[in-house]
């Protein structure tokens, strides 16, 4: 699952939301991380449209404009569930990797602050 696919089932997993609803959710839940223009939106939400992952809620014209919303389906929240849950594993892997043996300050172990350091100076 891509990271536009994982924030936008996010972003849907509490209600339904119209595009630029979507967008601006995306990036609160990613802390500004990932920023998606509106092609690539509407790009990936026919693509989990077409996989079951989510679907049309309702159409409401506002301002003379028609705004589609979108809601997840139980396929969707499954996937998103399940895409979580890996990432988790993924994370803690990582978590007990770092902590395993490595002194602080020793190249790969952590160093000023307990950031990981990752080679040689800058």
């Known amino acids: ?40 939106l509407y790009g990936v939400l026919d693509r989990l449209v077409n996989d079951g992952l989510i679907a049309l809620d309702r159409e409401e ?19 998103l569930a399940a895409e979580a849950e890996r990432m988790a594993a993924g994370a803690r892997a990582a978590v007990r990797r770092l902590g395993r043996g490595r002194a602080p300050g020793r190249p790969g172990g952590a160093g000023a602050a307990g950031m990981p350091r990752w080679g040689g100076a800058v």
């Open 1 to 40: 699952m891509t990271r536009a696919a994982f924030f936008i089932l996010t972003a849907l997993a509490d209600e339904a939301r119209h595009g630029y609803g979507i967008l601006q959710e995306v990036e609160e839940l990613s802390e500004g991380d990932v920023v998606l223009r509106a092609g690539t």
């Open 61 to 79: 014209v506002q301002q003379g404009r028609l705004r589609r919303y979108y809601r997840i389906t139980d396929d969707g929240a499954g996937a």
